[in-house]
């Protein structure tokens, strides 16, 4: 099914560094098994396919898809899916393997995979992008499945995207399976199948984290100031739970222009305006435009980046004011970027922590589908902050007995359990 691309990748994150460079740190600092090592320093398997669909003009165009799965010790891989003209193999990979650790990390019977599809959704209507969607998966064929490969939403993707491809997997096996293949995907709408509270999953678990961190620290959240970069389903939802804790929205960012409000920013009014707009902050009126240029300056004690990697670098890092970095994107903070802020004494609650949330709630979506249940959202939330609570204080832990800081600490804890899987199990045959 797999197939290779002629084709270079267009942009490059550089996020496959940043990753390594993470997991040889941490796996110096443990003193990781050699073998196990070497295992965990390379992808399982990585898909590239190219497919064709009709567009709405009539004409064909081919488009690339990916999808790489780092490691399966744990549990069928699993991960999101992202539409954007950032996807490549560099880029899936760095995630794939970032998956993996959060996985292990949160304590999740998966392993880690990422793809996508280079593109820019914008450029297409519904209709095409449901046909874009459909061929993927197509494509994909019996490379994803719900004991072998569990995609779920991820930037530009969403529960709508998630159900028609759960509709294409089960579509293509015999009727009588269809039910048994529902749980290929998570992120699916209520309605076909999906976990209610699934939609607000990774922004509850950042606020989650925050709500540790403020324990620890001996912090009261109520009037703190807060920024988030990415006004997504990540931004907005951590934004939406935050003022639930008396925190203050003062600025936003998206992909189309950024925004400050030292009274305050209605992070309710903001949704609806970009829902109007196309999913687009420009001309938003409850918030004074700013220069992007100025926006990590803006003085707050809380910064959320929630959209790309590698955000925060050493070209910017210097400006945050923050006393946390609560990263609810996936590797948004490169390793110049990170030493500045270490220099700063911000402290940084780590993507593989911060924003397990999300695979939190896909685990008991995959679950709920398994088992034929539906789930109240209130027990939904109640156990995604149990399992919060539970990552934050062992990464705490481990932070404190190996002197590191909580990117390290949630390293240690997530190829600890790795480790201790294959020394278990050992190697087939
Ligand atoms: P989304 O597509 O819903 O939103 C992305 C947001 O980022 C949009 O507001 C977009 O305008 C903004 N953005 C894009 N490029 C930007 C740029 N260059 N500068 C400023 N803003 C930019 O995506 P999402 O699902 O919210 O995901 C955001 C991040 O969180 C990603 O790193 C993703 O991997 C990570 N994440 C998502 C989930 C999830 O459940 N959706 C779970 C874990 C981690």
Known sequence: MATQTKEAPVRKEGMYEVVMKQFTHAADIMKLEPGVRKILSKTNTEI???????????????????????????????????????????????????????????????????????????????????????????????????DLDIPAPDVNTNAQIMAWIADTFSSTKSPSTRFANLHVVTGKP????????????????VVANIKNWAKLKNVDLKGKRFIVQGFGNVGYWTAHFLLKEGCILVAVQDVSASFRN?????????????????????????????????????????????????????????????????????????IEGEAILKKKGVDIIPDILCNSGGVIGSYYEWLQNKRAEIWKIEEVLEMIHDKIDTSFGKV????????????????IVALQRLEDTYMDRGIFP
């Open 262 to 334: 030292d009274k305050g920013i209605d992070p309710e009014a903001m949704l609806e305006f970009s829902m109007a707009n196309g999913r687009s902050l420009k001309g938003f009126t409850g918030a004074e435009e700013i220069d992007p240029g100025k926006f990590w300056g803006v003085p707050c004690d809380i910064c959320v980046p929630a959209a790309l990697g590698n955000q925060i670098t050493a070209a910017n890092a210097d400006q945050i004011t923050a006393k946390l970095l609560a990263e609810g994107a996936n590797g948004p903070t490169d």
């Open 190 to 205: 209520v309605g076909a199948g999906g976990l209610a509270g699934r939609d607000r999953a990774t922004g509850f678990g």
């Open 48 to 146: 590239e396919v190219n497919f064709p669909v009709r567009l709405d003009n009539g004409q064909i165009e081919v488009f690339t898809g990916y999808r790489v799965q780092h490691n399966n010790a744990l549990g069928p891989y699993k991960g999101g899916l992202r539409y954007h003209d950032t996807v490549d193999l560099d880029a899936a990979r760095a995630l794939a393997i970032w998956m993996t650790w959060k996985t292990a990390l949160a304590g999740l019977p998966f392993g880690g995979a990422k793809g996508g599809i280079h593109i820019n959704p914008k450029n297409y209507s519904k209709s095409e992008l449901e046909r874009i969607t459909r061929r993927f998966t197509y494509a994909l064929g019996d490379n994803i499945g719900p």
């Open 396 to 411: 705490a832990e481990a932070a404190e007995k190996y002197k590191v800081d909580w990117r390290m600490g949630a390293y």
